[in-house]
């Protein structure tokens, strides 16, 4: 099933013993593997779920409205179009706002409160939500995962 495989780090996964041969069966891969043949799952996993944590590391840390970086604990996650006006709790209308922002905005708007809005909110794709969770990925995976990154470069308006 494998269609190609990368990556530096090779690992050596052991599996059960034999009971005839008494022997340990281990199987070598390669720290990225590539596998043929469809996965059924993909539609449900397009859309990676939405949290704070990774939501906060998709804008960098970055209000979206004033542009300064601050600590997750001054971040908030503001819904662009408000819930109350019938806005959706997704990832894209969705942003990065710091309190104070959040709280001038309000229930209305960017448009509506006179704040222009930085970036364009943005549903990451699997390998972008890999690495915004960056949990146990290997420096070779993270090269891998960042050329599977969509363009960035109409993203941000700044
Ligand atoms: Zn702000």
Redesign the pocket.
């Known amino acids: 099933m494998v269609a190609w495989t990368a990556g530096d780090n090779v690992f050596s996964l052991r599996g059960g013993v034999s009971r005839l041969t008494g022997e340990q069966s281990s199987v070598r891969i390669n720290s990225i593997i590539a596998v043929r043949g469809e996965d059924r799952l993909a539609h449900r996993r397009n859309i990676p779920p939405l949290t704070n944590r990774e939501l906060f590391r998709r804008d960098h840390h970055i209000?979206l409205?004033?542009?300064?970086e601050?600590h997750d604990d001054a971040l908030t996650r503001d819904h662009v179009k408000p819930i109350s006006q019938g806005g959706k709790d997704h990832w894209s209308n969705v942003v990065t706002?710091?309190r104070?922002?959040?709280t001038h905005k309000g229930g209305r708007t960017p448009e509506e409160a006179r704040m222009r809005l930085l970036a364009v909110p943005y549903i990451p794709n699997l390998a972008e939500y890999l690495y915004l969770r960056n949990r146990r990925i290997l420096a070779d995976q993270m090269e891998f995962l960042k050329s599977q990154f969509k363009q960035q470069k109409h993203r941000f308006q700044m």
């Open positions: 209000c409205y004033c542009g300064r601050h706002a710091c104070r922002c959040n």
